[in-house]
């Protein structure tokens, strides 16, 4: 097609010169013709894209797929193509098979190096405007070098204390001590996940022990095994003992802590906005959501850090059709579809005029979300983090059953948390 409209084109130029050079007028009359041609192919024309999302989120994206086609419905046919990969291994599932990546992707924020490094992701030319429509956190974590790499989808991939308002009083929730008195209290427990680093690093976050990936932007450095300064690292490990000795912490994912919460034996637990909905419809009313608590570690009491997380929306920068994977991109970050992610799936939002409305200010989780933002950090580390971390975690979840000496616990720990390769 490309090939024949050149030639037409080339035939049109010489056609008008010629007639040009004769006094004639037809020169004018048959560019009219050519562009008239090229717009209704333009029309006709089917445009294909992939889209990768959550498969909690087909549905929503369905529904925002359908509105795009309407919104941009005279312009071109389009052939939208949505498949299911979860934003955690999305920058793997891309990198792995570069040749297949989709056209617009939505992924977590962690992951926006890597994809700027291998080329998948380039600058975006919108930025100004996003800058002035964004959350200002969000769009910095877009951002690298100053630079806007993908649009912010959601603000909300954090975490925070939910609870059951019927047993657990507002001042129980403001130390890890209190709370596990009161469940314990009922019979009951605190549910977090011990085995996972993403939470485990709560305990370490405002110890003065330190985590941080470098600057080759692959390997990490820590001292969490230190035995220097206010705050050791077998000072949190003990802290973590107790807690876990104590009889009121119940270690588990989110599967572990809706079960225990329909059941009865959990009526507090550590997780993000996404589990509201569901939390809600067991404990209706009485549902609950702050801060995370203090805890005690040597000595005193100690704010429970926490990762702060967006989620975005990137085009691949070798599309075929990259200018209408822009547009759809910006569409599934716009204003009206971030509210609607808001209304249908209650999640945190990255536009600064959505977030700031009625609903979302009075949606309990977002509000303990934005109270636990005050000591939240960018989730920043390489990929060798994970392992080491989960390991010493389950270690400590189990009450430390074999007996480990904890600062041999913590020195493995932290050479697999810094290991080169």
Not at 92 to 111: I, L, R
Not at 211 to 221: A, V
Not at 359 to 387: C, F, P, T
């Amino acid at each position: 097609m490309k090939k024949r409209w050149i030639s037409l084109l080339m035939t049109g130029v010489m056609l008008g010169t010629l007639c040009t050079g004769c006094g004639g007028k037809s020169n004018t009359a048959d560019t009219s013709k050519l562009s008239s041609v090229k717009e209704k192919q333009d029309k006709n024309a089917t445009v294909k894209l992939t889209l990768w999302g959550t498969a909690d989120d087909e549905k929503l994206l369905q529904t925002m797929i359908d509105s795009f086609k309407e919104k941009y419905k005279g312009e071109a046919q389009f052939e939208i193509t949505f498949t299911a990969v979860e934003e955690s291994v999305c920058k793997d599932t891309a990198t792995n098979d570069v040749e297949n990546c989709a056209d617009v992707f939505s992924f977590a924020d962690d992951q926006l190096a890597a994809f700027a490094a291998s080329g998948i992701l380039k600058p975006l030319d919108d930025a100004a405007r996003v800058k002035e429509e964004t959350l200002e956190a969000a769009y910095e974590a877009a951002t690298i070098n100053d630079k806007l790499y993908a649009y912010p989808m959601t603000a909300d991939n954090g975490y925070f204390l939910y609870y059951n308002k019927k047993y657990i009083k507002d001042s129980d929730v403001e130390t890890m001590d209190s709370l596990i008195q009161a469940a314990k209290k009922q019979s009951s427990h605190v549910s977090m996940d011990l085995g996972s680093g993403w939470y485990l690093y709560s305990f370490f976050a405002n110890t003065g022990l330190k985590l941080k990936l470098n600057d080759d932007g692959i390997t990490n450095s820590c001292n969490w095994n230190s035995k220097k300064g206010k705050v050791k690292g077998v000072d949190v490990a003990n802290a973590l003992l107790r807690i876990v000795n104590s009889g009121g912490l119940q270690s588990g994912g989110d599967d572990s802590l809706l079960a225990g919460a329909k059941a009865g034996s959990v009526v507090a637990g550590v997780s993000g906005v996404w589990l509201g909905d569901s939390l809600r419809e067991i404990w209706g009313d009485n549902l609950g959501a702050t801060k995370l608590p203090t805890y005690t570690v040597a000595g005193k009491q100690v704010q429970m850090g926490s990762y702060s997380g967006y989620k975005f929306v990137g085009v691949n920068a070798y599309s075929q059709n990259k200018e209408w994977a822009t547009k759809l991109a910006q569409w599934l970050t716009n204003e009206e579809n971030q509210t609607l992610r808001f209304e249908q799936r209650g999640l945190g939002l990255a536009n600064a005029n959505a977030a700031d409305s009625s609903s979302v200010k009075n949606n309990v989780a977002i509000h303990a979300l934005l109270e636990q933002s005050k000591y939240a950090s960018l989730q920043r580390v390489g990929g060798k983090y994970w392992d080491p971390t989960s390991v010493f975690g389950n270690t400590i979840a189990s009450g430390n059953a074999a007996g480990k000496n904890l600062q041999h616990l913590l020195d493995e720990m932290v050479k697999g948390i810094t290991a080169l390769n």
